[in-house]
């Protein structure tokens, strides 16, 4: 009798376990964030963080397509001003409801973080009043029409007056300052340790799947796939593409999901210094910066070849890119097709250029950040060579190849950049010339500049009316890339991830892995 009532209590507690390892979820990680203060950096992967403990107004979901987060609503009433409504249910973390003093404090602090290597600027600065109608009704003045406004707010998460005011981004990295409104309560964490979160239980929205969440940065591909493999996570991302197919063949143990993304990988090119920190000529002297010419721009393009990285390196996880945008995105155009292979013209522009034996060059990029980043460039530099530009390389982990390329160190860079949610979003950050004072070219590392493609870029962003927009952002985009090659589009990623059995994950196409878009699988 004893003997049986071990074996049954024992059996009760092998059958127990998975169910409560599943109230928690550990999720791999490529890396943490760099910063917890939730306006410190517009990073996906800063934004990704801060959307556990903190809400947007309003939200995009997995499609990037707005629905309600703290506001239940958020439309313009006339051309110049934009009606808020509050969701009364949304409370701080601390019981507090969310009020338009929050909001305003939010949108004044929000593009004024100091040492921000990525600010939100862009995003607030169209913002000239926050007007309180009643206390859960407020309006946004705007100095001019500004039809993407919802959608840049959509990254710009709402934090606490009574807890903001005077914090410093090291108080939110402390935890001190982590009063949301999000679906998730701040625990821990330490740059490069794990982040440790628990499900917030008075959310106003849907609850988390999972009581307690832990993402564990794991930089290296091969050895997050060796964790899920141990089942030491539950759930990694960014899935190298030989290991997504065997993780799709062992349905019995594993699952997957993924989706195709709006990333788009890119070269900027330095053109603006006559100096540039890494060319030269061939025999190591000093040469005026060729990159500032366009022609030259061109042939470097043309030197690349994308289908063989998509095939070969990528192992088909990515589609070639002629565009700012993948196929189908608003403003983008059916025939700005990916750029052809082609040595013999490439060498033509060089030699029209006057260069006709090429130049030495170094590439940079991060050897830690998108799929398979480092190989990326390394194919390029092998590429260039051949088309005879002395290519070198160089990669650095994220932190520090993002820190030097927001200094300008880089002459030719590895980048990567998600419109939101329209090809307007990357014209304005990374084609429009470098202002302060307009909060637009924030990310243009090459300081690419054109005053006529400013003007038209300015237009479309003011512009309401759709189908205009549409047109001016085509227009923009035609000149940018094909007739100046202001940044070199290679490719855009598809987003993976890989699962346990038990556990799913609706996939993104802005990249995020968020822990309440992960839930139990029907058993």
């Known amino acids: 009798?004893?003997?049986?009532?071990?074996?049954?209590?024992?059996?009760?507690?092998?059958?127990?376990?998975?169910?409560?390892?599943?109230?928690?979820?550990?999720?791999?990680?490529?890396?943490?964030?760099?910063?917890?203060?939730?306006?410190?950096?517009?990073?996906?992967?800063?934004?990704?963080?801060?959307?556990?403990?903190?809400?947007?107004?309003?939200?995009?979901?997995?499609?990037?397509?707005?629905?309600?987060?703290?506001?239940?609503?958020?439309?313009?009433?006339?051309?110049?001003?934009?009606?808020?409504?509050?969701?009364?249910?949304?409370r701080f973390h601390d019981g507090q409801p969310v009020t338009a003093e929050d909001v305003a404090f939010?949108?004044?602090?929000?593009?004024?973080?100091?040492?921000?290597?990525?600010?939100?600027?862009?995003?607030?600065?169209?913002?000239?009043?926050?007007?309180?109608?009643?206390?859960?009704?407020?309006r946004l003045h705007t100095a001019q029409p500004t039809p993407l406004l919802p959608n840049f707010l959509a990254l710009v998460m709402i934090v606490s007056k009574k807890h903001g005011e005077g914090a410093t981004t090291a108080d939110y990295n402390a935890g001190r300052a982590m009063i949301g409104t999000g679906p998730f309560r701040h625990v821990s964490w330490q740059p490069g340790s794990p982040v440790v979160m628990e499900r917030n239980p008075a959310f106003h929205g849907a609850a988390p799947a999972f009581a307690r969440a832990e993402f564990r940065p794991i930089a290296n591909a091969g050895a997050r796939v060796a964790a899920l493999q141990a089942g030491d996570v539950d759930l990694i991302e960014i899935v190298p593409p030989d290991h997504f197919a065997r993780f799709r063949g062992e349905p019995a143990r594993f699952s997957v999901a993924d989706s195709p993304s709006n990333r788009l990988i890119f070269l900027t090119l330095d053109s603006d210094r006559i100096d540039s920190p890494f060319v030269r000529a061939k025999d190591g002297g000093r040469i005026d910066n060729p990159l500032r010419d366009a022609r030259v721009r061109r042939a470097l393009s043309l030197a690349i070849n994308r289908d063989a990285i998509v095939s070969r390196i990528m192992q088909g996880q990515a589609l070639a890119a002629g565009d700012l945008g993948p196929p189908g995105y608003f403003g983008t155009s059916p025939d700005m097709t990916p750029p052809p292979f082609d040595?013999?013209?490439?060498?033509?522009?060089?030699?029209?250029?006057?260069?006709?034996?090429?130049?030495?060059?170094?590439?940079?990029?991060?050897?830690?950040?998108?799929?398979?980043?480092?190989?990326v460039v390394q194919a390029i530099a092998q590429m260039w060579t051949r088309l005879g530009i002395t290519t070198t390389v160089e990669t650095k982990t994220r932190s520090m190849w993002l820190s030097e390329a927001a200094q300008l160190r880089y002459s030719a860079n590895l980048a990567g950049f998600s419109p939101n949610p329209e090809l307007l979003g990357m014209l304005e950050t990374q084609i429009h010339t470098w202002d302060t004072t307009l909060g637009l070219g924030s990310a243009n590392r090459g300081r690419f500049s054109n005053r006529e493609i400013d003007a038209i870029i300015q237009r479309a962003r003011t512009t309401i009316d759709d189908d205009q927009r549409r047109a001016l952002t085509q227009q923009a985009t035609r000149m940018a890339l094909v007739d100046h090659t202001a940044l070199v589009p290679l490719y855009f990623q598809v987003n993976t991830w890989a699962m346990r059995r038990g556990f799913t994950y609706a996939a993104r196409t802005d990249e995020m892995t968020l822990a309440f878009s992960a839930g139990r699988a029907a058993q």
Do not use: C
């Open 343 to 375: 040595l013999d013209q490439a060498r033509r522009l060089l030699a029209e250029a006057g260069l006709p034996n090429g130049f030495a060059i170094q590439l940079n990029g991060p050897n830690d950040r998108y799929t398979n980043d480092e190989q």
């Open 1 to 90: 009798m004893i003997r049986s009532l071990r074996a049954a209590l024992l059996a009760s507690a092998l059958f127990a376990a998975p169910a409560l390892a599943q109230d928690n979820i550990r999720i791999g990680v490529e890396a943490g964030p760099t910063s917890l203060d939730p306006h410190f950096a517009s990073l996906i992967t800063n934004i990704a963080f801060a959307r556990h403990v903190f809400q947007p107004l309003m939200e995009q979901d997995a499609k990037q397509d707005l629905r309600p987060a703290i506001a239940t609503s958020l439309r313009a009433i006339e051309p110049l001003v934009w009606e808020v409504r509050l969701d009364p249910a949304a």
């Open 106 to 138: 939010t949108l004044s602090r929000a593009g004024d973080v100091p040492n921000s290597p990525s600010s939100f600027r862009y995003a607030t600065r169209p913002i000239t009043r926050v007007e309180a109608v009643d206390a859960t009704t407020l």
